[in-house]
């Protein structure tokens, strides 16, 4: 099968890709697809393929089939007309220890033969501002907290103007100011029209940051989408309070809903929950049945799949939802 035609709304495309280490098959048939300007969430546990996949999108590792676009331009053929317009933190980010976080930086722009000499000062010292270094921009790397480094990682990721940013983990040892600071980076990013490609094992952290997401699992590709689509292809939950639960219960089976009542609530009214799939009734049908069949609606919800359970009924694994 041929590698379909560039398709310029998307900024990474692939094709089969395959990466196999002997007899271990550690990406399988991958075909990805990362809308230009989107957050695009690479999710999976640990294991599941994430990192050597990014390694194959950037050229550090060869893949053993299949095809990759990046912006565009197929890889790793065109990597120094591509690579330049990328950013990435791979696999974390190592500095030379005794040096400051600035030289660390100083030294990396250096050895980028494209980047302007003219121009370095200005674009470090706005690189580690951006991330929240500025302060801490003369100390020696061998003094920076996890999260430092991390957030190093990322600054030298933004040293000049990106088109893609690919980040592996980039949450991975921040505390929970540090972890909010990152996301929100990454939103003015992508506001500013950078396509930010996330790998991560964080639902919490997909959730709140994507508009974009993939599912991961021993190599193979799951699923992709929107994040709403993700979750709409998952189970709906509805919840009733009524002091009518006989007669709740009834109309609720004649409408083709196995509902049981919560054992945990109190009190004179009960609760009644549902599982929704694709081809249950609509909300305003249900509550109209009820309405008419005189039950008393004292309140009525439908909540959308979360991305967990969707990630559940996909692989039939747990994850892991927060650092």
């Not at 193979?220 to 709409?232: H, I, K, M, P, V």
């Amino acid at each position: 099968m041929s590698p379909p035609p560039l398709d310029g709304a998307l900024a990474i495309q692939t094709f089969g890709l395959g990466k196999s280490f002997g007899k271990r098959r550690a990406v399988n048939d991958l075909d990805l697809e990362v809308p230009h300007g989107s957050v695009f969430g690479f999710l999976g546990p640990n294991g599941s393929g994430k990192t050597t996949t990014i390694r194959m999108l950037l050229g550090l590792a060869a893949p053993s089939s299949g095809s990759i676009n990046l912006l565009s331009r197929p890889m790793p053929a065109a990597a120094s007309h591509v690579l330049p317009r990328v950013g990435a933190l791979v696999e974390g980010p190592a500095f030379h220890p005794f040096l400051s976080g600035r030289a660390n930086l100083v030294r990396m722009d250096c050895a980028d033969t494209t980047s302007d000499p003219a121009t370095r000062t200005m674009r470090v010292e706005a690189a580690l501002e951006k991330v929240g270094l500025g302060k801490a921009a003369k100390l020696a790397v061998h003094a920076y907290s996890l999260g430092m480094k991390q957030r190093l990682g990322i600054a030298n990721a933004l040293l000049r103007e990106r088109e893609l940013l690919v980040l592996d983990e980039p949450t991975n040892g921040l505390d929970p100011q540090g972890t909010r600071e990152v996301r929100h980076l990454i939103g003015s990013l992508a506001r500013e029209g950078t396509t930010v490609f996330v790998s991560s094992h964080l639902l919490s952290e997909i959730e709140q940051m994507c508009t974009h997401v993939a599912v991961m699992s021993t190599g193979n590709l799951l699923a992709q989408g929107t994040l709403a689509q993700l979750r709409s292809g998952g189970r709906s939950r509805l919840t009733l309070r009524t002091p009518d639960a006989g007669l709740a219960l009834g109309v609720l089976a004649r409408l083709g809903l196995e509902a049981l009542p919560d054992p945990t609530a109190s009190g004179a009214d009960r609760v009644l929950r549902s599982k929704l799939d694709s081809g249950a009734p609509e909300a305003e049908l249900i509550v109209q049945e009820l309405v008419a069949a005189g039950v008393r609606v004292r309140g009525f919800a439908v909540e959308a799949a979360s991305l967990e359970e969707r990630f559940v009924a996909l692989t039939g694994e747990g994850f892991d939802l927060a650092q």
